[in-house]
């Protein structure tokens, strides 16, 4: 059974501050995909990183797949109240339908 | 376009009576799926359909059934509710139908369901 495991799990942090969100497994994807959901709404894309090694920036939020294809992080560079909100990491393995999210870390940026 | 719609937005059941979550899409997309997302959980994948006609087994498929008779249309029922079922129901869908796909995954707004 494929499995994601993201830490941390809750992060309180000032704004300006810098902060590294981490999705890892033990199994091997094709490729990983980075959501955030605001509360009462459903996830939204952020970034799908899909070659090993891969590394993507979105303003200040910098993504990387691992090498191995079996991780992921998202560094976020002086964080803001706007990036509050539960980011989820997400994947399908090699020949497979089946999504699965990880357990999610709940980021919450105090002005 | 809509997108993704799920009704209802909130429900409230008695434990053994059943139901039926609705979701539609109009963006032609081949791929559809169901996820519930409990505290400390995140989601997890009920069911899902690759094209009409066609679906499968998620992670946990028990106590849920799904059918896919058109492109648009993915309904979710519950056969005989349980407090275990309590929880946010998000359906899901996506363009491609490739395994181990890379596509976006566009979601509803979620239904939230409460089973007393």
């Known amino acids: 059974t494929q499995l994601l495991e993201q830490s941390p799990q809750f992060l309180s942090i000032q704004e300006g501050e810098n902060l590294t969100v981490y999705c890892n497994s033990s199994?091997?994807?094709?490729?990983l995909q980075w959501y955030r959901q605001e509360p009462g709404e459903g996830p939204v894309l952020l970034v799908t990183?899909?070659?090993?090694?891969e590394v993507k920036k979105l303003k200040r939020l910098t993504f990387q797949f691992g090498d191995a294809r079996k991780d992921s992080s998202l560094h976020i560079t002086a964080a803001q109240p706007g990036d509050t909100g539960l980011y989820l990491c997400?994947?399908?393995?090699?020949?497979?339908?089946?999504?699965?999210f990880g357990t999610g870390t709940r980021l919450k940026v105090l002005a | 376009n809509a997108g993704v719609t799920q009704t209802p937005k909130f429900q409230v059941l008695k434990t053994g009576q059943s139901m039926t979550l609705q979701c539609a899409q109009d963006?032609?997309?081949?791929?559809m799926s169901w996820y519930r997302q409990d505290p400390g959980m995140g989601l997890r994948l009920i069911h899902y359909?690759?094209?009409?006609?066609?679906?499968d087994q998620g992670e946990v498929p028990n106590g849920y059934n799904v059918s896919r008779s058109t492109t648009e249309d993915f309904p979710l029922r519950l056969l005989s509710a349980a407090p275990s079922q309590t929880s946010v129901y998000f359906c899901?869908?996506?363009?491609?139908?490739?395994?181990?796909?890379?596509?976006?995954?566009?979601f509803g707004p979620g239904t939230r369901l409460t089973v007393l």
């Open positions: 997400a994947g399908a393995g090699p020949g497979t339908y089946k999504y699965i």
């Open positions: 990183v899909v070659t090993g090694g």
């Open positions: 199994s091997v994807f094709s490729s």
């Open positions: 963006m032609n997309h081949e791929y």
């Open positions: 899901a869908s996506s363009y491609s139908r490739t395994s181990g796909s890379a596509n976006e995954q566009f």
């Open positions: 359909s690759v094209g009409a006609g066609i679906t």
